[in-house]
């Protein structure tokens, strides 16, 4: 079996993200959904390499917000991945991209953090958080018809770190895989 380096694996992990987030928009997620997250997922733990993906729609304030991400910890300790979060709520939609930089993988939860390079909102002025750190903790509850939904935390940001302790507690409407 031909084995696949790291780059290769972030290239495919970001191919799942684009595949997870056009899901995500339709109203019925297709019948391979799953095949096609294992197969990624399957991927990273050949390399003997932890991940994270998924992302969702949920209820925040009575508004929908919608995420996307994948983490993958290489061979050599580095982090990689992407977090897209588009918060709806007071007025003030904003949609947000971050670079991440670091995974923390305990039991079914991960724990994401990294710099938020993107920033779009409907208010005036700069938003000062652009360049800040943020993080953001999932939890993968399993599939299928017994399994509680996938959660996911409040997003931090303002120097946050990977050791934030933001509980997961919003439901989902997606799907979240964490892979030790």
């Known amino acids: 079996m031909r084995r696949m380096n790291s780059k290769a694996i972030s290239v495919l992990f970001a191919a799942a993200q684009m595949l997870l987030a056009s899901v995500l928009a339709t ?3 297709p019948a391979g959904e799953q095949d096609i ?8 733990r050949t390399e003997g390499i932890q991940s994270a993906h998924g992302g969702g729609t949920a209820v925040e304030f009575e508004r929908r917000s919608t995420f996307t991400f994948n983490a993958v910890k290489h061979g050599d300790g580095s982090v990689t991945g992407h977090l897209f979060y588009f918060f709806r709520d007071f007025d003030l ?5 971050m670079d991440i930089d670091c995974l923390i993988i305990d039991g079914n939860r991960a ?3 990294g710099i938020i390079t993107q920033i779009s909102a409907n208010f005036p002025g700069e938003p000062w958080w652009l360049g800040a750190r943020g993080s953001l903790q999932v939890e993968d509850n399993g599939n299928g018809n017994g399994a509680s939904p996938d959660r996911y935390s409040d997003f931090h940001f303002f120097e946050a ?3 934030d302790d933001n509980e997961p507690y ?3 409407d997606g799907n979240i895989v964490v892979a030790p």
């Open 93 to 97: 939609d904003f949609k947000v991209r």
């Open 111 to 113: 724990k994401v953090s």
């Open 37 to 44: 997250i294992s197969l990624f997922t399957e991927t990273a």
């Open 161 to 163: 770190t990977c050791t």
């Open 170 to 172: 919003i439901p989902i």
């Open 27 to 29: 109203p019925a997620a």
